[in-house]
């Protein structure tokens, strides 16, 4: 059995229950999506998505608190921008998983 160092720094902070549940959400994968291409405001957010500004807010506080997006002010207005980093440690984590799975589910049950 492969043995994985505990998780330090920013990867221990990533909760995947968090993360997973977030992404959950039809809406948040679109916020997601759009600030993947490119760092956007809450303003620009509305535009796109056709959402209004209290529903965008409300889905990036919770991007924000599973540690999937990050803002910063620049001019007066809140931008934001995806922590590739978080994705990365969800996939790292994933992929685990499935080569774990792999091995598995070709063992007979019984």
């Known amino acids: 059995m492969n043995v994985q160092p505990a ?6 902070a990533v909760d995947n229950a968090a993360v997973l549940t977030a992404l959950a959400e039809p ?6 999506r759009l600030l993947t291409d490119q760092q956007l405001c809450t303003r ?3 535009t796109a998505t056709g ?6 807010s409300h ?7 599973s540690l999937l997006v990050e803002s910063t002010v620049c001019s007066n207005l809140r931008v934001y921008r995806v922590r590739a980093d978080t994705l990365r440690v969800l996939g790292q984590r994933l992929g685990v ?3 774990r ?5 070709y063992e007979e049950p019984c």
């Open 7 to 12: 998780p330090t720094g920013h990867d221990a």
């Open 27 to 32: 809406r948040r994968i679109e916020l997601l």
């Open 44 to 46: 620009d957010l509305v």
């Open 51 to 56: 959402m209004s500004q209290p529903l965008v």
């Open 59 to 65: 889905h990036l506080r919770v991007l924000r608190q």
């Open 97 to 99: 998983m499935a080569e």
């Open 101 to 105: 799975a792999a091995v598995t589910s």
